[in-house]
């Protein structure tokens, strides 16, 4: 399959099999593109969990040599009853599992390794390029339940098709719907774009004017719990500051046209977190200078160190910018 789609497949003598049984030499249109990857390859009923759709891939011996090769290193499964493989990388799994004895993946369209997908995800997802995908086919992998699916949908839908409306109906939607742990931190990061902040880095095909608008009547009709779910997002040790997710967070929820009242009554409610309702205070302290004091006091007399120090510093300076 890997020859079919252009590529070069080394296979390693078997005496000489360390862990890695081959190595793949990537190839588009007949041109290398300089990126070998080492694999090693597993075949048969006893690498798969059906129940859990999991492949797995005993570690046995073979955890420093891999952890240590100098090239990607990833691990195929062939499973026979669904009639394909699918992939790991390995080197990346073991780091963030360094206890593990198996390593234990669920199956997903993300990591297929066959035909349909070598050419527009594996190879894409290798070399870090957006995925060849329609715009259908990213929004149906958006919806999916399986995290690394949904993921791979997303990056498709903002990378490859950044000014579709359908991209950010989709977007939006799932920031409405979803809860929070389906959420990832990028899509919030994907959202600054429209609002926009000095520490966007954009490449790619740039947004245009008409599809900022779109999304801009998107964002408008955001509430009060939308902007509690934005500020979720934001780290506790990292707060708002540049270059943080806060960062990212505080230009959407500040180009919101109902921003003021909606921090002001988040502000106000004792039964959220005081870390959210100390971002609010923050916000709305950028936002609305010396004004904001009054609703800010109702924190400080709650007992908030953060909602004294800015209520004092306004008195200083007038305003608050956490970038400067």
């Known amino acids: ?38 694999v090693q390859i597993k075949s048969g009923a006893s690498y798969y969990n059906s129940a859990g759709e999991e492949c797995l891939i005993p570690v046995e011996g073979h955890r420093e040599y891999w952890l240590h090769h100098p090239l990607p290193v990833l691990g195929i499964v062939f499973v026979p009853s669904l009639g ?40 894409q997802t290798i070399l870090r390029e957006i995925p060849d995908l329609t715009l259908l086919e990213g929004i149906q992998l958006f919806r999916s339940s399986k995290p690394d699916e949904s993921y791979l949908g997303l990056i498709t839908l903002f990378r490859r098709y950044p000014n579709s409306e ?8 799932a920031l409405r719907d979803w809860p929070l742990e389906d959420i990832r931190d990028v899509m919030v990061y ?24 779109h999304a801009r ?16 997002f934001v780290d506790e040790g990292a707060g708002i500051a540049r270059g943080t997710i806060g960062q990212s967070v505080e230009a959407i929820i500040s180009a919101l046209p109902n921003a003021t009242q909606c921090l ?3 502000i106000a409610d004792v039964n959220l977190l005081p870390f959210t309702r100390e971002c609010a205070a923050l ?11 009054p609703t800010i006091s109702i924190l400080a007399k709650s007992g908030s160190w953060f909602a004294q120090e800015l209520i004092d510093h306004l008195g200083r300076y007038g305003e608050v910018n956490p970038y400067a």
Do not use: C
């Open 1 to 38: 399959m890997t020859e079919d789609a252009g590529s070069l497949f080394h296979k390693i003598d078997g005496e000489n099999d360390l862990g890695i049984d081959a190595l793949i030499e990537l190839i588009r249109d007949e041109v290398p593109l300089n990126h070998q990857i080492a």
């Open 84 to 123: 394909r493989a699918h992939w790991i990388d390995i080197k990346t799994y073991l780091k963030e599992n360094p206890g593990k004895a198996v390593i234990r993946y669920q199956t997903s369209e993300a990591n297929r390794f066959d035909s349909s997908t070598f050419g527009r995800i594996f190879v």
């Open 166 to 173: 359908s991209t950010w109906n989709e977007l939006v939607q």
């Open 190 to 213: 994907f959202f600054a774009h429209i609002s926009w902040h000095p520490d966007i880095w954009h490449t790619g095909e740039s947004i245009t004017e008409r599809t900022k608008e």
């Open 217 to 232: 009547k998107l964002f408008a009709s955001f509430g009060r719990l939308e902007i509690e779910k934005l500020l979720t």
């Open 264 to 266: 002001t009554e988040i």
């Open 283 to 293: 916000i709305l302290a950028m936002n609305n200078g010396k004004s904001s004091v």
